[in-house]
């Protein structure tokens, strides 16, 4: 296995570097911003993809607040248990939700389930949505039944 896909860990490091990086990404964007990475000549530069740039904003803004951040390499493509594993659910309630077909996959061979990434971030953040939705609703007024209202939030935290 090479270095390049283990997890590792990192430390903030000087509270001014962090600073002086965090109000860098603090300005306002324009509607195309171009960032470069500069290396140690002069006509040494690249540009700076914006995935690659909102990463290292959000690195910075943890460390810049004392936390360490872990980079963790991912496969595009995953297995049933890592899916299951990223939305912290079990692979048996990962199976049903692909058998609802809540969540896109392929299958390998006869058996075996594989689930695009992309797919698993993306119903990840439909829950998320559905979950803000379902506090917003609660607005308990006075004539309404506290009761319905709760079993109406346990529905949509566990999907029903």
Avoid: C
């Avoid at 904003?57 to 995953?78: C, D, E, F, K």
């Avoid at 996959?105 to 559905?130: I, K, N, P």
């Amino acid at each position: 296995m090479s270095a390049t896909t283990l997890a590792r860990t990192y430390l903030p490091g000087d509270e001014n570097d962090l600073q002086r990086l965090h109000d860098l990404f603090d300005r306002p964007l324009r509607d195309h911003p171009r960032y470069y990475l500069v290396g140690a000549d002069q006509d040494d530069r690249t540009e700076v993809p914006a995935p690659v740039y909102q990463l290292l904003q959000q690195v910075v803004g943890a460390m810049r607040l004392g936390q360490a951040v872990t980079i963790q390499p991912q496969s595009r493509v995953l297995t049933t248990q890592q899916a299951a594993d990223l939305l912290g659910i079990s692979r048996p309630t990962l199976v049903k939700l692909l058998d609802a077909g809540e969540i896109p996959f392929e299958r390998v061979g006869t058996a075996h389930r594989r689930v695009a990434l992309g797919d698993v971030l993306a119903y990840a953040e439909r829950r998320r949505q559905e979950q803000y939705e379902a506090i917003a609703a609660t607005g308990v007024e006075d004539d309404e039944d506290l009761d319905e209202v709760l079993a109406g939030l346990r529905a949509a935290r566990v999907g029903n």
